[in-house]
């Protein structure tokens, strides 16, 4: 070996090594007839990696790996997301550039020249994902744009549309005045802003001008839509007024005053101006109470023809105008700065346009009930639990799906309609109407919203609607892992879609992974400055630190970058690394096999089962951050700071039993590392004498309880060693096989020894009694962490042991 571990070098020659000898694909290494199945979410056809991704990764090739030493026939199944308005952003940019516009191209031309420009420069995540070491089947690679899965999205299309489920309808969308398309929620980025609340006075028609109801309104431009003001019915100050009429400003119109129990009483003066063509709670209102639905924005975002005068002008100086009308009569009673959120295109960061469009939808309400029983029946997990009681209560709640977008990249909608004014709706291009005959069809030019196509990659990526060998050997798959932004969006629609489409839940289990926050606690972001490129740590560190780290930090929900957490996983590689070196140069000629002889030979053994045992269980339960700890303690602690240094002495002197022991319990320790740090432990394992596989499809330990009662035997004298190492005290050890490993770990001739036992002894006492006395306050008790409360424990414990062994 080396002497010095170069993880870059070693690293991409395994992830060559791995995918060229086949490694990766599905079956590798199986042993057994289960399968494990994972598919990676889709990342955007135009993205890179970004450190959502890395964790995300990381986490489910622990478990792929995981599970193929365990014999099971895993598939990873890698693929890219067409990313509809994510890829049309990106080329129209590309065309501005060039001083054109799509519409310059025509539709076919445009989609011709996406197709190209991914070619040149789409899907690098899969060749990031390689750097990182992840173990996807690489061969298996899919594209939603791919014909066969277009062909299974048109085929899921028109089965929705043969339950009745698909229908057209006027509502209000998230409208992107720069890219002329609705939009998703998930594409909305909310942003802080400054405006002015005004409050303005709407007179009652029968009144003398003076009196009337006021509203609160941030976008004056939209007075020109108001179609009454709504009060809560219980509200004591507007008790008179409802049933009246009041006039809206600028267009002078009359319109009542209603009353509506949605109506916040504590926001502005308590009345809402009702404006259904522009906010989504109006457009309830005004349907509940059957009131028109005028829009004065347009799809530009500028004032419409209904805007009257004002029609071409931007917001902001229709605003103006209406402003300067109602101050000439003195309406405006107030104006305040007022910070709120405002919905922004997340691509091109424009103003979002709530606006009433005809648009193309699923209802939802059938499709939802499988997946709301599935989830309630725990045959679906989440975790953690807290999500579980989201993704239900977001299914109860869920709301019809727009599913039509107004792009030219995507899906295009299956449907055609004659002059009659008939759909026919099928998954091959119609000859004819299939209600009239008619030759004359025209095909609607919506394109899909990206997550319809998306909700169908657990099934759709193996081959359905055929039923292919795949499909019936890979479906219903294991785990899903993602994001908790996307528990709507995706995991919940692949659960309804699953069930629709193969009568049977995709997944069992769902992970909603930590969110990665930047080093100071704001979200990474490129245009904040906050966002970090996993390809930096990656080559500064090591694929295998980046892992660690990332895994070591996701023990909750929210989560900051840690630098010193992939340093952490350096140092690991490192001290692995040099405790092979130590057991390789001191093992000529000897083959691995179990003949412990002594006492740290069967603690060792002991330690690794237990190990074995604790990542088995935290893995189980989606812990990686736990499973981090374990190997850790066991890598630096157990194997490396006490065992290779208590059988040094056995090594050096050629102990040929010490030495075949060593180099079975490093085999056992590299294959516990391996689903986390694959490279260096595979680097190690190619290293090793008698060698007949790859670790990565190497078997994983097996429970081995013969040692188990050895577990403890350490504890005096890692109890000793710690006195030691702190005051200078030696405690009396009870064997001879204590005291030569303490004297072989410790080495206390090379220490100045105090002695000082008195003091020491005092100072335990001490710390017992000021334990004590912290564990006896029930308000401490009752009102710290509980991790706190555990932590006082168990040092209160320590100390008395402590002090037991130095006879105090």
């Not at 709407?202 to 006021?214: A, C, E, I, N, T």
């Not at 064997?735 to 002894?761: C, G």
Request: negative net charge.
């Amino acid at each position: 070996m080396e002497s010095r571990y170069e993880p870059g070098t070693v690293e991409r020659r395994w992830q060559g090594t791995w995918e060229a000898e086949g490694l990766y694909a599905a079956g590798a290494g199986a042993r057994r007839d289960d399968t494990y199945v994972i598919c990676v979410p889709p990342p955007n056809v135009t993205g890179a990696l970004h450190l959502g991704h890395a964790l995300n990764g990381s986490l489910q090739d622990v478990l792929i790996r995981w599970h193929r030493m365990r014999g099971f026939d895993t598939l990873w199944q890698p693929g890219y997301d067409h990313a509809g308005i994510s890829t049309q952003n990106v080329v129209e940019k590309a065309l501005a550039a060039e001083g054109l516009t799509r519409h310059d191209l025509g539709r076919e031309a445009f989609v011709e020249r996406t197709w190209e420009w991914l070619e040149r420069t789409g899907r690098t995540i899969m060749g990031q994902y390689r750097r990182l070491g992840a173990s996807l089947d690489y061969t298996r690679e899919r594209f939603a744009m791919d014909d066969e899965y277009v062909r299974a999205v048109m085929t899921f299309f028109v089965r929705l549309w043969g339950h009745g489920w698909i229908y057209r309808a006027n509502r209000i969308v998230n409208w992107c005045p720069f890219h002329q398309t609705a939009i998703s929620d998930l594409e909305v980025e909310h942003a802080e802003m400054d405006d002015t609340l005004f409050t303005i006075r709407y007179p009652f028609v029968d009144g003398d001008g003076r009196d009337g109801v006021s509203v609160a309104t941030v976008r004056p431009a939209t007075i020109l839509a108001d179609v009454a003001v709504a009060v809560h019915p219980d509200d004591p100050r507007y008790r008179d007024a409802i049933g009246r009429e009041v006039i809206v400003p600028y267009t002078e119109l009359h319109v009542p005053v209603i009353a509506d129990e949605r109506i916040d009483r504590e926001f502005g003066t308590g009345a809402l101006k009702v404006t259904p063509g522009h906010d989504p709670l109006d457009l309830d209102i005004g349907r509940a109470h059957g009131l028109p639905e005028p829009m004065v924005v347009a799809w530009d975002g500028r004032m419409s023809e209904a805007a009257g005068d004002l029609a071409g002008l931007t917001q902001e100086e229709a605003s103006e105008r209406v402003l300067a009308w109602a101050d000439e009569r003195s309406l405006v009673e107030k104006r305040e700065p007022y910070r709120h959120s405002v919905g922004t295109c997340a691509r091109c960061h424009s103003r979002i346009e709530p606006l009433i469009s005809l648009q193309w939808w699923c209802a939802m309400s059938e499709p939802a009930a499988p997946a709301i029983a599935a989830l309630k029946e725990r045959r679906v997990r989440y975790h953690p639990e807290s999500q579980h009681r989201f993704a239900i209560t977001s299914l109860e709640e869920t709301p019809d799906w727009c599913i039509s977008r107004q792009l030219w990249w995507g899906h295009q909608l299956p449907i055609w309609t004659c002059p009659d004014g008939h759909h026919t709706v099928q998954v091959d291009v119609p000859t004819a109407c299939g209600e009239c005959g008619s030759g004359d069809l025209e095909r609607e030019t919506d394109v899909l919203d990206t997550w319809f196509s998306s909700a169908l990659w657990p099934y759709a990526t193996l081959g359905w609607p055929d039923d292919t060998p795949e499909l019936a050997r890979y479906y219903p798959g294991d785990v899903n892992s993602t994001a908790r932004e996307i528990i709507r969006l995706w995991v919940n629609r692949m659960i309804w879609t699953g069930l629709e489409a193969m009568g049977e839940i995709p997944f069992t289990d769902s992970i909603i992974h930590s969110t990665v926050l930047a080093v100071d606690g704001r979200r990474m972001s490129k245009s904040l400055g906050t966002g970090i490129d996993p390809m930096e740590p990656i080559e500064e560190y090591g694929a295998d630190a980046t892992r660690y780290g990332l895994l070591k930090i996701s023990s909750t929900q929210d989560v900051r970058f840690s630098y010193g957490a992939i340093e952490e996983g350096r140092k690991l590689a490192i001290k692995l690394w040099n405790v092979a070196r130590l057991i390789l140069q001191n093992t000529d000629g000897v083959l691995p096999a179990l003949e412990p002889r002594a006492l740290e030979e069967r603690w060792i053994l002991a330690r690794l089962d237990a190990a074995r045992a604790e990542l088995e269980d935290s893995w189980a339960r989606f812990d990686f951050s736990d499973a981090t700890a374990t190997l850790y303690h066991v890598v630096f602690d157990d194997f490396c700071d006490w065992y290779a240094e208590a059988i040094k002495p056995r090594l050096y002197d050629r102990d040929e039993a010490a030495a075949a022991t060593a180099l079975a319990a490093l085999e056992q320790l590299l294959a516990l590392l391996h689903p986390v740090m694959p490279h260096v432990t595979e680097e190690i394992w190619s290293q090793l004498p008698d060698r007949a596989a790859r670790l990565i499809v190497s078997p994983w330990p097996s429970a081995d309880e013969r040692f188990a009662s050895d577990a403890g035997a350490l504890a005096r004298v890692q109890e000793a060693a710690q006195i030691f190492r702190r005051s200078g005290v030696q405690v009396e050890l009870g064997s001879d096989d204590e005291r030569r490993i303490f004297a072989a770990v410790v080495r206390p001739e090379k220490a100045p020894a105090t002695d000082n036992r008195a003091a020491e002894i005092e100072r335990l006492r001490k710390e017992v009694a000021r334990g004590e006395s912290m564990l006896a306050n029930e308000r401490f008790v009752g009102n710290a962490p509980a991790e706190v409360v555990a932590a006082e424990r168990e040092k209160l414990e320590r100390y008395r042991s402590e002090l037991a062994a130095l006879g105090g």
